[in-house]
T-cell receptor, first 115, second 110 residues
Framework: EAGVTQSPTHLIKTRGQQATLRCSPI?????VYWYQQALGLGLQFLLW???????NRGNFPPRFSGRQFPNYSSELNVNALELEDSALYLC??????????????FGEGSRLTVL | RKEVEQDPGPFNVPEGATVAFNCTYS??????FFWYRQDCRKEPKLLMS???SGNEDGRFTAQLNRASQYISLLIRDSKLSDSATYLC???????????FGSGTRLQVQP
């Protein structure tokens, strides 16, 4: 069974540009989460999507946004890139409401470098 | 103050040793607790959930003290393969927002 897949693996952008990261959850999982892991820092919660809707967002500016598609895959968009946005972006998925166990399954991440 | 605090380590221990990691959290609304493991340049993976009564999974024992807002992980008979970063995680279940500590690095040496 395929795990959580993310693309691209690496992305290089310049300041002011926009980045789009993609995530496909494990089959059967309806919840998708996005986390940022900057160098030397812990995982910071960005967004939670479930059943196509944004359910919760972390303490990040509005230029971080995303969406979840009917097939439960998800996109994270980062507008007006800043140097400090350089980080590993991890997507995770889980079972949805009613079946949630607390376990998140992570993808291998997309490494964004902003020059 | 960080929401979840862990000693970053590294903890360098010989094979067969017993090692304990501690973690404190600040949000008293936290309802669920976990330990995740992250190998170098890999994604985090769930090691075990932490229950109020304490729980054991093979060589791993987790404890929770809600009054002190403190979580621990004990690893007995350390193996080389236990070398990794151990992440303490707390969750406000209603908001589905897992808060990760920065991790404690363990290096088990032969």
């Amino acid at each position: 069974e395929a795990g959580v897949t993310q693309s691209p693996t690496h992305l290089i952008k310049t300041r002011g540009q926009q980045a789009t990261l993609r995530c496909s959850p494990i089959s059967g999982h309806t919840s998708v989460y996005w986390y940022q892991q900057a160098l030397g820092l812990g995982l910071q919660f960005l967004l939670w999507y479930d059943e196509g809707e944004e359910r919760n967002r972390g303490n990040f500016p509005p230029r971080f946004s995303g969406r979840q598609f009917p097939n439960y895959s998800s996109e994270l968009n980062v507008n007006a890139l800043e140097l400090e946005d350089s980080a590993l972006y991890l997507c995770a998925s889980s079972l949805g409401r009613g079946a949630y166990t607390g376990e998140l399954f992570f993808g291998e991440g997309s490494r964004l470098t902003v020059l | 103050r960080k929401e979840v605090e862990q000693d970053p380590g590294p903890f360098n221990v010989p094979e067969g040793a017993t090692v304990a990691f501690n973690c404190t959290y600040s949000n008293s609304a936290s309802q669920s607790f976990f330990w995740y493991r992250q190998d170098c340049r890999k994604e985090p993976k769930l090691l075990m959930s932490v229950y109020s009564s304490g729980n054991e999974d093979g060589r791993f024992t987790a404890q929770l003290n809600r009054a002190s807002q403190y979580i621990s992980l004990l690893i007995r008979d350390s193996k080389l393969s236990d070398s990794a970063t151990y992440l303490c995680v707390v969750e406000d279940t209603g908001r589905r927002a897992l808060t990760f500590g920065s991790g404690t690095r363990l290096q088990v040496q032969p």
